[in-house]
């Protein structure tokens, strides 16, 4: 089944990191992605990781997976308030495959 | 590049209306649109995959007679809700795949319509 898990809310000051956890039930995912969305506004991709590996880097982003535990995480370094928003996980299965399965997303806050 | 728009970016109407969302690749062409809904502090729920010239696939449980997609051209997608109810009321998302070659699922997303029915 398609499942997938985010905690509700983060609240980090400024200048520390934030580190923002999301679990999938579905092993067949090729690709997990990480989406930013602003009050209002779409999705922003922000990286994507490939199913065999393990972590990806990215200036101040820095995405690990852990397949076997299916867990998926998102680091963000020096956080800024402009980094205040809802982040997206999701997973797409399969090269031919278009749908993208959301996470719940969570809510990261960032105060001064 | 990669521009995706919606318009409306908001709309407000009376029950038993209907409401017709477009949605417009900007600098691209999109062999695959697809519709979003997400509900107020809610992930983003996929109602319809949309390919140009072809019927739209709808997700389990989405309505096809009351969300009715046309995919008429490389850069349009419309989206139209019929009959609307208080309950359709929601923030429609769309999402556009480029007509290349990509190593990951690549979409981008409108900016979003938040329709409100009375």
């Known amino acids: 089944g398609e499942d997938v898990e985010q905690s509700l809310f983060l609240s980090v000051r400024e200048g520390d990191s934030s580190v923002i956890n999301c679990t999938y039930t579905?092993?067949?995912?090729?690709?997990l992605y990480w989406y930013k969305q602003e009050p209002g506004a779409g999705l922003q991709l922000l990286t994507y990781?490939?199913?065999?590996?393990d972590m990806k880097q990215d200036q101040r982003l820095t995405v690990l997976l852990n397949k076997k535990d299916k867990h998926l995480s998102l680091r963000i370094a020096d956080t800024q308030t402009g980094d205040s928003a809802i982040y997206f996980c999701?997973?797409?299965?399969?090269?031919?495959?278009?749908?993208?399965?959301f996470g719940t997303g969570t809510r990261l806050q960032v105060f001064p | 590049g990669a521009v995706v728009s919606q318009h409306p970016s908001r709309v407000i109407c009376k029950s038993g209306t209907s409401v017709k969302i477009e949605c417009r690749s900007l600098d691209f062409q999109a062999t695959t649109m697809f519709w979003y809904r997400q509900f107020p502090k809610q992930s983003l729920m996929l109602m319809a995959t949309?390919?140009?010239?072809?019927?739209?696939?709808?997700e389990q449980g989405v309505e096809k007679d009351k969300f009715l997609i046309n995919h008429a051209s490389l850069t349009l997608s419309t989206l139209t809700v019929t009959s609307a109810h208080p309950e359709d009321s929601s923030f429609y998302i769309c999402?556009?795949?480029?007509?290349?070659?990509?190593?990951?699922?690549?979409?981008?997303f409108g900016p979003g319509t938040r329709l409100t029915v009375l």
């Open positions: 990781i490939f199913s065999n590996m």
């Open positions: 999402s556009a795949r480029p007509q290349r070659e990509a190593l990951y699922n690549e979409q981008f």
């Open positions: 949309s390919n140009e010239g072809s019927k739209a696939t709808y």
């Open positions: 579905d092993s067949s995912s090729t690709y």
């Open positions: 999701a997973e797409s299965m399969g090269y031919n495959t278009d749908k993208l399965i």
